[in-house]
Nanobody
Framework: QVQLVESGGGLVQPGGSLRLSCTASGSIFSINAMGWYRQAPGKQRDLVATITSGGSTNYADSVKGRFTVSRDNAKNTVYLQMNSLKPEDTAVYYC?????????????WGQGTQVTVSS
């Protein structure tokens, strides 16, 4: 069994910064892609950023130039540095990891962490 535990959400003023972290633990052989999605009230869950095991990244257009995704493979941890935050970035942020375990390859999700951008 694999668990993803997120941290780092909170309330921040427009223009501020936050750093989210997500650590995977459990029966893990290796982790392929890791990433972040977000879901605002009444909206679907959308991609924010992903990063492969080799470090290749992909970002939603709305966050390019403001957010940076990174990972520490030794710690099975993915980070999301969010700068120049806007009210429209307010959402629950979910991390996801594609994990290679003993019975196959599975996608896991964290429980979500709230990010609120407001003055």
């Amino acid at each position: 069994q694999v668990q993803l535990v997120e941290s780092g959400g909170g309330l921040v003023q427009p223009g501020g910064s936050l750093r989210l972290s997500c650590t995977a633990s459990g029966s893990i052989f290796s982790i392929n892609a890791m990433g972040w999605y977000r879901q605002a009230p009444g909206k679907q869950r959308d991609l924010v950023a992903t990063i492969t095991s080799g470090g290749s990244t992909n970002y939603a257009d709305s966050v390019k130039g403001r957010f940076t995704v990174s990972r520490d493979n030794a710690k099975n941890t993915v980070y999301l540095q969010m700068n120049s935050l806007k009210p429209e970035d307010t959402a629950v942020y979910y991390c996801t990891s594609t994990v290679v375990a003993n019975l196959g390859v599975y996608a896991y999700w964290g429980q979500g962490t709230q990010v609120t951008v407001s003055s």
